[in-house]
């Protein structure tokens, strides 16, 4: 994995090859930052990373300037890894070990950007529950984006708050506004 631009450009990371993971790739995520780079200005905003893996996505939040970044995963190693290359490259990166649906029902943080990346074979249902529980919680900020990864095999398009996918390879990104 690399952090492909801001002020780690470059920068491989090797996370634990034990670790319950799937991490975007750098095409994917590449289009997912130029499409955000034309609707926000990232030094200013909040995002919260769901199903945060190796931390690939806040990280790459964290090395273009985002200074408000919370990364949520279930897995302990995960977290531990995320903890400790935050600490080593000096990024605003604050983990939290939940279960994200528990997560998702009890806070009451507000974000820009709201980014999650499940399990590819986790149940239709619970993506569904994902969009469901940002928007009747109202954890999106004014002009707030949810942004849900998922197979090619996943359609989310149905969903109240669905405005547009774009597809990277095997992987697509659901927006919800």
């Known amino acids: 994995m690399r952090i492909i631009s801001g002020k780690h450009r470059g920068r491989r990371l090797t ?10 790739t750098d095409m994917a995520k590449e289009g997912l930052f130029n499409i955000l780079n034309n609707d926000y200005y990232l030094p200013d905003i909040s995002v919260l990373d769901l199903f945060s893996g190796t931390g690939n996505i ?6 273009r300037g985002c200074t408000t970044i919370t990364a949520v995963d279930a897995d302990q190693g995960c977290v531990k890894f995320i903890t400790e290359t935050t600490e080593k490259l000096e990024l605003p990166i604050s983990t939290i070990k939940s279960d994200v649906f528990n997560y998702l029902e009890k806070t009451t943080s507000k974000h820009h950007i709201i980014f999650a990346d499940p399990p590819y074979d986790l ?12 928007f009747s919680r109202e954890l999106l900020l004014e002009d707030g984006l949810l942004i849900v990864e998922h197979s090619k095999h996943t359609d989310l398009s149905k969903l109240a708050q669905f405005s547009k996918q774009r597809k ?10």
């Open 123 to 134: 149940a239709i249902e619970d993506f569904e529950k994902i969009p469901e529980l940002v």
């Open 58 to 63: 806040a990280f790459e939040f964290g090395s």
């Open 15 to 24: 996370a634990p090859s034990k670790l319950p993971v799937r991490p975007t």
């Open 168 to 177: 990277y390879g095997g992987s697509v990104f659901s927006f919800f506004e």
